[in-house]
């Protein structure tokens, strides 16, 4: 689940924009965020947890201000650079779902 919740968010940017995923990147991760997005997971960011609009929301302006810079070419490269950690405070985001807390890197 905690890998679904990144990836959807990974996702969920429209396709316009300056240095898109791979085709088959984007494949892999829209598979995977079909599921995350009929799921109830929660999103920890900076000691705070965000329902899954909340945090698709910033992890898309985070998507955006890492795809004007390079083309993911993974969906685990999206996890790890857009889904992982703050990029200001430094802190890894978590995922909780069915009460079950753990890194989102994981």
Request: hydrophobic share 40%.
């Given at each position: 689940?905690?890998?679904?919740?990144?990836?959807?968010?990974?996702l969920a940017a429209n396709t316009s924009i300056a240095a898109p995923a791979v085709v088959s990147v984007r494949g892999e991760i829209e598979g995977l965020l079909?599921?995350?997005?009929n799921s109830i997971c929660?999103?920890?960011?900076?000691?705070?947890?965000?329902?899954v609009e909340e945090a698709n929301t910033h992890l898309i302006y985070k998507l955006h201000y890492?795809?004007?810079r390079k083309t993911l070419r993974s969906a685990?490269?999206?996890i790890?650079?857009?889904g992982s950690v703050s990029?200001?405070?430094?802190?890894p985001y978590h995922v909780r779902c069915e009460?079950?807390?753990?890194?989102?890197?994981?």
């Amino acid at each position: 689940m905690v890998a679904l919740a990144l990836i959807w968010a990974c996702l969920a940017a429209n396709t316009s924009i300056a240095a898109p995923a791979v085709v088959s990147v984007r494949g892999e991760i829209e598979g995977l965020l079909f599921s995350f997005r009929n799921s109830i997971c929660e999103f920890r960011r900076n000691g705070t947890w965000h329902s899954v609009e909340e945090a698709n929301t910033h992890l898309i302006y985070k998507l955006h201000y890492l795809e004007k810079r390079k083309t993911l070419r993974s969906a685990e490269e999206c996890i790890e650079m857009v889904g992982s950690v703050s990029s200001v405070l430094r802190q890894p985001y978590h995922v909780r779902c069915e009460g079950v807390v753990q890194p989102s890197a994981d």
